[in-house]
């Protein structure tokens, strides 16, 4: 499974990938992009995660994801405050099955 992270400037959710990463199985991949970057990188992907702060972007987001049947989610501020890479790889995961 391959997982893009996306937020404003790819800065905080860089700092979350690396947590992600410690939960990888063999042939997972974590990347993190600011928001300008996701119609260019998306396409590599199977599931998008986004960062809390962006939610406002979300019509932005959809138009963008929809068209290619890619899943995504608005990673919860908790969790995405706690930086906790386990639920956020949980979440994709279960966004796949």
Aim: charge should be positive; glycine fraction near 10%; include cysteine.
């Amino acid at each position: 499974m391959r997982v893009l992270l996306v937020c404003g400037g790819g800065m905080s959710t860089s700092i979350l990938a690396v947590r992600m990463r410690n939960e990888c199985g063999p042939g997972d991949a974590v990347d993190a992009v600011g928001l300008y970057e996701l119609e260019a990188k998306i396409d590599h992907y199977d599931v998008v995660m986004i960062g809390p702060q962006i939610g406002f972007e979300i019509k932005r987001i959809e138009a963008i994801t929809v068209p290619r049947r890619k899943k995504f989610e608005i990673i919860e501020r908790r969790t995405y405050g706690m930086m906790d890479g386990k639920s956020v790889m949980d979440r994709a995961r279960a966004l796949l099955a």
